[in-house]
Structure formats: C-alpha cells, structure tokens
C-alpha cells in the first residue's frame, strides 16, 4: 500500500496512518542518533519532522502530483537503513556510514514489491542514494562537474527540496549551514542549467566518459567514438534476459554465466570468481576482434558492472544496457517452472544488493518491465 502524499488545501502529514501503513517506520523509532546532529531524537521523529517541513515548502506544493509523489516517498525513504547500518562507536558517537547508498537499494525491494512503477521507483531511489550531496557539495572540489553527473541520474531541484527539508527536520549545531549549502547548490545548479534537466553532453560516449572518470571536463572532446557494440544485460534472475536476446538479437554470440557456471560446476550461489574470470577471457577473445556480443548475466551490483563496462572501454566498444524487470509474482512463476531454478534465498540476496544502470553507465540503456 502507498499513501498518496498530502495535497491542498491542508497539507497535512498524519504520521499515525503512515506508521500503520508501513511496518518498517517501527524500526526508524528504535533507531537513535546522534544528539550533536540530531537532537530532535530518533530516525523515526526525524522523519516525521522533515516531512512536515517538505510540505511547508511553496516550490515542492507547487509541483506538479506525480513529482510531488517522487519527493514525498524519497522524503519519506531518505534515512530507511540507517536501523541497518547504525553503529555506536567506542568513543559513544553514533555513525551510520553508508546509509544513503544502502537506503537506495532497501528502497528499490520494497517500491518494486509494492508494483510503483519504474521510472518512479528509480527516481526516488536516486534521490535517497544522493540525498546528502548539496550538504557538502559547494565545498568540494569538482563541483560543477558533480552537479551535471548529477544531473544524468535525478532532478537536482527535486534533490534540493529533499536536502532541504532533511536540514530543516532536525535540531543540530550546524543546521543554518545545511540550509545554507543547499541554497548554494541550487545556485550551482541554476547557473549551469542542470537544475530540472540533464546536461546536454555532445555525445552518449561524451555522458559515459565522464561516468567513468570524475575529474573530467564535460566539454571536453569524446574522441574516437566506439566502433563496435558490446549489450551487456542486467536483472534478476527470470526476468527475461534470455527471452530479449532471443527475440532482438538471436545471432548475437553470448558470454553466459549461466553456461559458465555449468561447464565448471559452480552452484548460483557460490563462489563466482571462477566463473566471473573464465567470462572475462571469453569476452577478451570478442573484444580483441571488435566483435558485437552480447555480456548474459544478471549484472546487478554497480560495483560488478564497472568491471565489465571498464573492460569494454578499454577496447573501444560502445555499450548498451537492457535492464530486465518483472513483477514479484511474475518472477516467482517464471524461475518456479525453471528446470533448475535460483533457491529462493539466493534472489532474496540478489535483492539486497539490486542496483539498476544508470546513463552514466552506457551509451545506451533499454528498460523492459514484463
């Protein structure tokens, strides 16, 4: 169940209904912080509050519903793993490192769970994974750059409404100079035009060249342009990769994990080194010869694909991610009739870490949601 966010003429966040409707707000309110940057008390209050503040605001009533949607649920989602990744330190202090990158992927399961549409889901997911970023962006080096890489994966005026009423929803020593940080970035954004749209790079290979090196320029000449084509799949297991190469690209020679792990007798949830090294010497064999192939594995983790996407650009390929989507039910069906299909436990893991592509990533993206 989503609750729609509050609308005219009241504006009202009732906290009550949504700790009803979500059973993991619970664990927000067992979750403490720490009192020098969150006095106000528990995730739980936090999260109350900075909703309340989200609503108060004229630029984020004035969003059209759907962006208002996005905001809200990335509003509402921004700390949800910080029960997860909260840590007391031996001097006292409570840390929760990594909690914006984990709450991306927390909240993709549960938004895909409750069937919120793609493009929704993947922009909240985006906002919550950065939603720290206009604290300290302006006192970074390479900010402009930072802000139109950005400005590739989410709406930098829908981050700065979430930074905002993240600042706002707090009692701490240094909020005045949150507030003022994501003023700052707004600024940023604005004088460069990435505020509600993309950069315009010249070109994909431009856009993916700067994903792969933060330090570089976005004007800077993207030269020479890839040759050849290298379709590297991404999504959970029975979600149709095999089905889509079947019927857009039947000729296309495959590196399949899949095969892989049966030829050397690796189990889908054991170690996958072997596999993962034997499909790199594979792919080498194409790439060498600049010939088109198609990379079949599930591809999940970011981390994971910088590897195969680095190799490809060391060759001079151009790449296309097809990301493959279906719902839980679907899912289940499909690896249920499977011959041989991925324990249950093992998607589940799969889940945990479920990081979808973003335009940085490739050339080209394609999204199938079946």
Same mark, same amino acid.
């Given at each position: 169940?989503?609750?729609?966010?509050?609308?005219?003429?009241?504006?009202?966040? %009732?906290?009550?209904? *949504?700790?009803?409707?979500?059973? +993991? &707000?619970?664990? /927000?309110? !067992?979750?403490?912080? #720490?009192?020098?940057?969150?006095?106000?008390?528990?995730?739980?209050?936090?999260?109350?509050?900075?909703?309340?503040?989200?609503?108060?605001?004229? %630029?984020?009533?004035? *969003?059209?519903?759907?962006?208002? +949607? &996005?905001?809200? /649920?990335? !509003?509402?989602?921004? #700390?949800?793993?910080?029960?997860?990744?909260?840590?007391?330190?031996?001097?006292?202090?409570?840390?929760?490192?990594?909690?914006?990158?984990?709450?991306?992927?927390?909240?993709?399961?549960?938004?895909?769970?409750?069937?919120?549409?793609?493009?929704?889901?993947e922009?909240v997911?985006?906002?919550?994974?950065h939603?720290?970023?206009?604290?300290?962006?302006?006192?970074?080096?390479?900010?402009?750059?930072?802000?139109?890489?950005?400005?590739?994966?989410?709406?930098?005026d829908?981050?700065?409404?979430?930074?905002?009423?993240?600042?706002?929803?707090?009692?701490?020593?240094?909020?005045?100079?949150?507030?003022?940080?994501?003023?700052?970035f707004?600024?940023?954004?604005?004088?460069?035009?990435v505020?509600?749209r993309?950069?315009?790079?010249?070109?994909?290979?431009?856009?993916?060249?700067?994903?792969?090196?933060?330090?570089?320029?976005?004007?800077?000449?993207?030269l020479?342009?890839?040759s050849?084509?290298?379709?590297?799949?991404?999504?959970?297991?029975?979600?149709?990769?095999?089905?889509?190469?079947?019927?857009?690209?039947?000729?296309?020679?495959?590196?399949?994990?899949?095969?892989?792990?049966?030829?050397?007798?690796?189990?889908?949830?054991?170690?996958?080194?072997?596999?993962?090294?034997?499909?790199k010497?594979?792919?080498?064999?194409?790439?060498?010869?600049?010939?088109?192939?198609?990379?079949?594995?599930?591809?999940?983790?970011?981390?994971?694909?910088?590897?195969?996407?680095?190799?490809?650009?060391?060759?001079?390929a151009?790449?296309?991610?097809?990301?493959?989507?279906?719902?839980?039910?679907?899912?289940?069906?499909?690896?249920?009739?499977?011959?041989?299909?991925?324990?249950?436990?093992?998607?589940?893991r799969?889940?945990q870490?479920?990081?979808?592509?973003?335009?940085?990533?490739?050339?080209?993206?394609?999204?199938?949601?079946?």
């Open positions: 169940m989503v609750i729609p966010p509050p609308g005219p003429p009241q504006w009202q966040v %009732s906290w009550p209904k *949504l700790r009803a409707a979500w059973p +993991w &707000i619970e664990a /927000l309110h !067992a979750c403490p912080q #720490d009192p020098q940057w969150h006095a106000e008390g528990d995730v739980g209050i936090h999260t109350e509050m900075v909703l309340c503040a989200l609503v108060e605001l004229p %630029s984020y009533r004035a *969003l059209p519903p759907q962006q208002r +949607w &996005i905001v809200w /649920l990335a !509003a509402l989602l921004h #700390d949800v793993a910080k029960p997860r990744v909260t840590r007391t330190d031996p001097d006292g202090r409570i840390t929760s490192r990594g909690h914006s990158s984990a709450g991306a992927i927390q909240a993709r399961g549960l938004l895909w769970r409750l069937g919120v549409p793609f493009e929704v889901r922009a997911c985006a906002l919550i994974r939603h720290q970023v206009p604290f300290f962006l302006i006192d970074r080096d390479g900010a402009r750059g930072r802000a139109i890489r950005l400005s590739q994966v989410l709406r930098c829908h981050l700065a409404l979430v930074a905002l009423s993240d600042a706002q929803g707090r009692h701490a020593v240094d909020k005045q100079r949150l507030i003022d940080n994501v003023e700052l707004n600024l940023l954004c604005e004088e460069h035009g505020s509600s993309p950069w315009p790079f010249a070109s994909d290979h431009a856009r993916v060249l700067c994903g792969l090196d933060s330090a570089r320029d976005p004007l800077a000449p993207a020479p342009e890839p050849f084509t290298v379709t590297v799949m991404s999504g959970l297991p029975a979600s149709g990769k095999d089905t889509w190469l079947r019927t857009h690209e039947p000729d296309l020679p495959q590196v399949c994990l899949d095969d892989l792990r049966v030829a050397l007798g690796v189990a889908p949830g054991g170690n996958q080194g072997r596999v993962i090294q034997a499909a010497e594979q792919a080498r064999i194409y790439l060498r010869a600049q010939t088109p192939f198609a990379w079949n594995a599930t591809n999940l983790s970011a981390r994971r694909r910088a590897s195969i996407l680095g190799l490809c650009h060391d060759y001079g151009r790449v296309r991610i097809v990301c493959t989507e279906a719902s839980p039910g679907e899912l289940e069906a499909r690896n249920g009739s499977r011959a041989d299909p991925v324990p249950r436990r093992v998607i589940q799969m889940i870490g479920w990081e979808v592509p973003t335009p940085l990533e490739a050339h080209e993206r394609v999204v199938v949601v079946s």
